[in-house]
């Protein structure tokens, strides 16, 4: 696959009068210009916090001002958060308006913008509220990535690592090359290999009731520390989402390691990767009881039970795995051991 900003120049000056771009600050300052037209925007906060009904509500009257139809192609232009609350919003407005998604952090690209997975958080809850819709369009431009802070590239690469973890061994440590190295420059073919392997899932399970639960490796848990996180703390000193999600890699590693067959050596591996960024938040991983509301609420479980994907080893993975409360509380204690 292609760079494909200049498919995206054209179809933006193709379509200037109908598309209205959803931008936040920081993209609208750095990603915008690079458009290549002038195109009327609507500018929303950035932050998981402003992931919420409100700022929904403030897209769709905006949708209404610029007197927005069906005819209306809504760009959106940004991270993750903005990418899944404008699909969501594009989704419900008028029963549905065109959504183009450009990505404009490593996370969105590899992850977020593949798969129709749209929605707000609602009530603490992440990712609460939203629909299954696919975009009418993608174009994944790695160029957007120059301007993005380095701690944003970190969630996205621990998103790829992921890919490899549950999918293709060789992925993964292509990866991890990539993340172990401070000052290596990100091969972009990585990138659209990420994004074929979530296809493959997506693929073959776009409403998440089977084989597509094993992308959630390490969100279990890692989920249930964001959100807690968010829950009590201001968003700039709360956990990043690539951050909880390395910890939840490493505690569903550990239950993997006493569940699934994961080796021993395998385990060090995955943890020796990931526990550089275990080591600035240690200190702040709650106690089980306090993940526990959060846990049980996680959209994977089934009858009341808490419910993993886990693997077998490096690129093998398994969903449905309930999982005693014991076991969980075992790997949160081995993160918090960390040196
Ligand atoms: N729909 C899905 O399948 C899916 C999958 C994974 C994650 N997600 C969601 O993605 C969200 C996290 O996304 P994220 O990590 O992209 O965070 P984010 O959307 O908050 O973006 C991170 C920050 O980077 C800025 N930014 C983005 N692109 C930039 C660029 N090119 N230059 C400069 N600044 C830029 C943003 O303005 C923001 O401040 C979470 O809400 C998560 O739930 C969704």
Same mark, same amino acid.
């Given at each position: 696959?292609?760079?494909?900003?200049?498919?995206?120049?054209?179809?933006?000056?193709?379509?200037?009068?109908?598309?209205?771009?959803?931008?936040?600050?920081?993209?609208?300052?750095?990603?915008?210009?690079?458009?290549?037209? +002038?195109?009327?925007?609507?500018?929303?906060?950035?932050?998981?916090?402003?992931?919420?009904?409100?700022?929904?509500?403030?897209?769709?009257?905006?949708?209404?001002?610029?007197?927005?139809?069906?005819?209306?192609?809504?760009?959106?232009?940004?991270?993750?958060?903005?990418?899944?609350?404008?699909?969501?919003?594009?989704?419900?407005?008028?029963?549905?308006?065109?959504?183009?998604?450009?990505?404009?952090?490593?996370?969105?690209?590899?992850?977020?913008?593949?798969?129709?997975?749209?929605?707000?958080?609602?009530?603490?809850?992440?990712?609460?509220?939203?629909?299954?819709?696919?975009?009418?369009?993608?174009?994944?431009?790695?160029?957007?990535?120059?301007?993005?802070?380095?701690?944003?590239?970190?969630?996205?690469?621990?998103?790829?690592?992921?890919?490899?973890?549950?999918?293709?061994?060789?992925?993964?440590?292509?990866?991890?090359?990539?993340?172990?190295?401070?000052?290596?420059?990100?091969?972009?073919?990585?990138?659209?290999?990420?994004?074929?392997?979530?296809?493959?899932?997506?693929?073959?399970?776009?409403?998440?009731?089977?084989?597509?639960?094993?992308?959630?490796?390490?969100?279990?848990?890692?989920?249930?520390?964001?959100?807690?996180?968010?829950?009590?703390?201001?968003?700039?000193?709360?956990?990043?989402?690539?951050?909880?999600?390395?910890?939840?890699?490493?505690?569903?590693?550990?239950?993997?390691?006493? +569940?699934?067959?994961?080796?021993?050596? +395998?385990?060090?591996?995955?943890?020796?990767?990931?526990?550089?960024?275990?080591?600035?938040?240690?200190?702040?991983?709650?106690?089980?009881?306090?993940?526990?509301?959060?846990?049980?609420?996680?959209?994977?479980?089934?009858?009341?039970?808490?419910?993993?994907?886990?693997?077998?080893?490096?690129?093998?993975?398994?969903?449905?795995?309930?999982?005693?409360?014991?076991?969980?509380?075992?790997?949160?204690?081995?993160?918090?051991?960390?040196?």
């Amino acid at each position: 696959m292609k760079n494909q900003l200049p498919r995206l120049q054209s179809f933006v000056e193709q379509n200037t009068s109908n598309i209205i771009v959803l931008a936040d600050r920081h993209t609208l300052r750095d990603c915008y210009p690079l458009l290549g037209s +002038e195109v009327r925007y609507i500018l929303i906060p950035y932050g998981e916090i402003y992931k919420n009904l409100n700022s929904c509500e403030y897209i769709w009257k905006k949708l209404v001002e610029f007197g927005a139809t069906r005819n209306t192609i809504l760009l959106c232009l940004g991270g993750g958060v903005l990418c899944d609350m404008g699909a969501f919003a594009g989704a419900c407005y008028q029963r549905g308006i065109r959504v183009v998604l450009v990505p404009t952090s490593l996370l969105a690209m590899v992850d977020a913008s593949t798969g129709g997975k749209t929605g707000v958080n609602f009530l603490h809850f992440k990712n609460y509220i939203g629909l299954f819709s696919e975009a009418d369009e993608v174009f994944v431009c790695p160029v957007f990535l120059e301007t993005l802070p380095s701690i944003e590239m970190t969630n996205g690469f621990v998103e790829m690592l992921k890919h490899g973890l549950i999918a293709d061994a060789k992925h993964y440590h292509n990866v991890k090359e990539f993340f172990s190295e401070d000052d290596k420059a990100l091969d972009y073919q990585l990138i659209y290999d990420s994004i074929a392997i979530k296809k493959r899932f997506v693929d073959q399970d776009f409403r998440d009731i089977g084989l597509r639960k094993r992308l959630n490796f390490g969100h279990t848990v890692g989920h249930a520390l964001e959100a807690h996180s968010l829950f009590i703390n201001d968003e700039n000193e709360s956990i990043s989402h690539g951050t909880a999600v390395a910890l939840g890699i490493i505690v569903e590693s550990f239950i993997s390691h006493q +569940e699934s067959g994961l080796s021993a050596d +395998e385990l060090n591996q995955i943890t020796q990767v990931l526990q550089p960024l275990a080591l600035g938040v240690k200190e702040e991983i709650p106690k089980l009881e306090v993940l526990m509301p959060y846990l049980l609420k996680d959209k994977k479980n089934e009858n009341k039970k808490i419910s993993f994907s886990l693997i077998k080893a490096i690129g093998e993975s398994e969903h449905n795995r309930e999982i005693s409360v014991g076991l969980i509380a075992d790997g949160l204690a081995y993160l918090r051991k960390l040196k």
